[in-house]
């Protein structure tokens, strides 16, 4: 049986030791860029930085400083011009305020993660899960919680 903590933290720990080096987004999904960056051509033919990591979350997620909640995915929920401005300011804290390394990663069993950084930072990723329930001839699918 797979063990799906230690796969998690596993894959993940590519990251430790490497810092934040962009902040992005593609509609609500943040991605987060780590390791140096290199210039890559996409397949329209533009031009942009990537990291040697990149990790895309288009689920809960929250960055804390020393406890204190910065953002949530809700920043990312808005126009258009709201997301952009969002992910600009998390590039700021995160990139361009200094390194933010990442030391350590932990995972559960349902998929969470929490990323601990350099300056008290984290990020706790939730994903959504779901459960099966059946209710007499039919059955439905209901959210369930997932912590860390």
């Not at 780590?34 to 930085?49: I, M, Y």
């Not at 910065?70 to 990312?76: D, K, S």
């Not at 300056?119 to 990723?125: A, F, H, K, M, W």
Request: proline fraction near 1%; charged fraction near 20%; charge should be neutral.
């Amino acid at each position: 049986m797979i063990d799906t903590r230690k796969e998690i933290e596993r894959h993940l720990s590519a990251l430790r030791g490497l810092n934040v080096s962009g902040i992005s987004h593609a509609a609500n999904m943040l991605t987060m860029q780590f390791g140096s960056l290199r210039q890559v051509t996409n397949f329209k033919g533009a031009v942009k930085q990537v990291g040697e990591w990149a990790l895309h979350i288009q689920c809960n997620w929250q960055i804390e400083r020393t406890g204190e909640i910065i953002a949530t995915q809700n920043a990312l929920s808005g126009t258009d011009e709201e997301a952009h401005r969002a992910a600009e300011q998390l590039d700021e804290l995160l990139v361009k305020h200094g390194l933010t390394i990442v030391e350590d990663v932990l995972a559960n069993e349902s998929g969470g993660v929490i990323l601990s950084m350099s300056e008290g930072l984290r990020v706790t990723i939730t994903p959504a899960a779901y459960r099966t329930r059946k209710t007499g001839d039919s059955s439905r699918q209901r959210p369930m919680q997932s912590t860390l």
